[in-house]
């Protein structure tokens, strides 16, 4: 009976001990608790013991059950046998509820973009969402925007639907004589007179042309849901050849022969071929092939496909020559009147090319790189040189010789200096026995040398 009694009294040990029950008993140990992330309640043998990270100590050997809550996390357990005078480390991760999402709109294939991250098109279920409140933007080309808040709770599914407005505006286009072409932004959209249900709402080029004619352009402002009207009178061009092109600017050549740029009229052309050809720099080239007729106004109307984008690069430190693929195009200018870092730069690439790009400055490792851009791609580039570490000067003094590069030498006769590229020193004047140059040729700038050997090969020829 005795025994009895005494076995069941050391089961109970542990508990009583965490209750506030002290029981003298030899040989107690200690839990420490941790939890990921902290501050979670701790519960030991169900009994409230404060938050991570914990310490118990003075705990009789026996079992406990361990059990950490945090709100919005899924509680944890863990069972332990704590031996006689155990000293024990418990970490629990705790792993966060997450809750259900489905979101929808009409017309559905939205762009959902959840506190400034896109997630997919419409319609769309996010199953791994931490709870919490939640902003939802919806982005569709030809719908207005709109933006909608909910809250995940717990586990329930939860509903997001958004009905989209139209962003798109209605034009009717006419003109005399009919049959001129129409573009918007550059993109056929048919033959006068016309209407297009689906205009983007913003600011648009539109252009009317005919062959023979001037051209009809505005720069259009539209407002979604709105009807709009273009009654364009084109006027007939002179005797001659009038060639044009969106954008303008562009080098014209006719038969192989530069007349100008763009728009250009031109007079006293032979009867019979030509060849029209329209090149700009970040565009394709575009050639026509037309026949002029004596005494007959002609025209030649290119709108030039986009080829490019546009590397964006800075440089630190500033001063550095600029070369894309093989040709030297610029040398970086310093920002704020400081030479470590410079202002960017700006270079149109043609797209869907590997273009290397070399960095050059003397002093410094030349540097290339590999850039590919898309259309209208902007490309951002924070290139950093490599100093090369030149030492120029000896200083011996009673116990060691330093090779280095002198910084300065104070008024008291110190000299400050820096040893190894990145980590400087100052040696004290009454220290100082000797101090002397070093060139380029002594052994310890055969590493420079190298560099700068480097740098020069690593120059386009002209």
Known sequence: MKRSFAIALMGLAPLLLLTGCEIEMAGKGAISINSDPKGAEVF???TSQGTAPQTLSGLMPGNYIIELRKEGFERSYKSVSLLEGQEMDVTLNLKPITGLLLVDSNP??????????????????????????????????KQLPRTMKT????????????????????????????????????IYAGDTPIRIEEVQAGEADVKVSKRGYKSYQARMTFEATKPYKIDAELEALPSGLTVMTTPEGAKIFVDNKVVGESPITLENLNEGPHEVRAMLDGYDTATKNIYLEPDINDSVDFTLAKNSGTLVIDTEPANVQIYVDGKFLTTTQPKGGSDSLSQPVRITLKSGNDHTVQLVREGFVSRTTSVQVEVDQIVTRHEVLKRIFVYDTQITTESEIIKCRMEYRLPNGNIYYERYPGVFDTARAAD???????????????????????????????
């Open 44 to 46: 030991v043998n169900g």
């Open 108 to 141: 559905q294939n939205a762009d959902v973009i959840i506190d400034g991250i896109s997630k997919g098109n419409t319609p769309l279920l996010l199953t791994d969402l931490p709870l919490g409140e939640y902003t939802i933007e919806f982005r569709s080309p």
């Open 151 to 186: 809250t995940v709770e717990d586990r329930t599914p939860v509903r997001v639907f958004a009905e989209l407005v139209s962003n798109t505006a209605q034009l009717d286009v006419t003109s005399q004589p009919d049959g001129a072409e129409v573009r918007i932004n550059g």
């Open 432 to 462: 100082i026995r000797d101090v002397q140059p070093i060139t380029l040729d002594d052994e310890s700038n055969r590493e420079a040398r190298r560099l700068i050997e480097m740098n020069t090969s690593a120059v386009p020829a002209p």
